[in-house]
C-alpha cells in the first residue's frame, strides 16, 4: 500500500490482495482521520461482499469473480463502525452489482481518494425507527 497526504487530501493505492477495509481502517488510523469521506476509488475487487438492507438486516451476497469498481463512496465517522461505504462493481459481461461495501481485496489494484474534515465531527447513533447506526452531526 501506497498513501500520500496533501492537506486535507489523501490518495491510497492498494495492491493485489490487500483487504480493502483493513487497509482503508491503517489508513485513517496512521493519518488520524476522525471525520471525512471516501470521495471515489478506481481499480478492481475480488471477492466482493456487498449487502441490501431489507428493512431489517442487511441480505449479504459474495462475488467471488474479479469485479471492476465503477463506483465506490462513503463516510468516515469517529466511533464504529468507522466507514459506511457503498460500492458498484462490473463483471466482465458488463453487468453491475453493487450495495453496501462489507469486503473484498484489491486485485489487481485499488485506487482510493479521501477527504478529512477538519471542523466538521459525526458519530453513529442507532436510529429506532430504522434500526441502524445512523450518522448524527456533532
Known sequence: MQVRREGNRIFAKLDKGENVLEMLDKIVKEQKVRNGEIL?????IK???VGYFNGREYEKQLFPENL???SFHGSIAEDEPRFHIHSACAGKNHGVVG???FGGVADPLLEISISVFENIRAERKVNPASGLKEISLI
Open 40 to 44: 471515489w476509488a478506481i481499480g478492481m
Open 47 to 49: 471477492g466482493l461482499q
Open 68 to 70: 471492476e469498481v465503477v
Open 99 to 101: 450495495g453496501h461495501l
